[in-house]
């Protein structure tokens, strides 16, 4: 059985409601995850980064505040690191992020998202 289409959705970014209606207008009911409430594990974040072949800085929102106050632009700091900042404030975590079809495709601009349906 294949895995069902989920977004990791901000509901008050506009970026994520258009990704979202995208899907929808192609007829995917995806799961919706509310990241912000119910971030992913560090385990899951590290597979959506191999999916998206990317770093994690690449999936940051680095304007964000917390990015600075938490220093994580330090070049020193490791993958996990980055990874586990990102998990324990997933306000950091770019949105927003569709996987299907064993792929993930981040939704900027929703388009993108598109290639993996």
């Known amino acids: 059985m294949t895995e069902p289409t989920r977004i990791f959705h901000n509901p008050r970014c506009s970026k ?4 979202l209606e995208l899907l929808q207008q192609k007829g995917i009911e995806p799961e919706i995850i509310r990241y ?3 971030p992913p594990t560090e385990q899951e974040l590290l597979h959506i ?5 990317c770093e994690p800085r690449e999936l940051m929102r680095t304007k964000e505040s917390e990015y600075k106050e938490l220093g994580l632009n330090a070049p020193e ?5 980055l990874v586990k900042a990102m998990v324990n404030t997933p306000k ?4 927003p992020i569709v996987l299907a079809n064993g792929k993930a495709a981040l939704g900027r601009p929703p388009e ?3 290639d993996i349906l």
Not at 16 to 19: C, F, H, L, N, V
Not at 49 to 53: A, N, R
Not at 77 to 81: G, H, N, S, Y
């Open 16 to 19: 994520s409601r258009q990704t």
């Open 36 to 38: 912000l409430e119910t």
């Open 112 to 114: 993108n998202v598109l």
């Open 77 to 81: 700091l490791t993958r996990e690191d």
């Open 49 to 53: 980064l191999d999916l998206l072949g």
């Open 92 to 95: 950091l975590i770019e949105r």
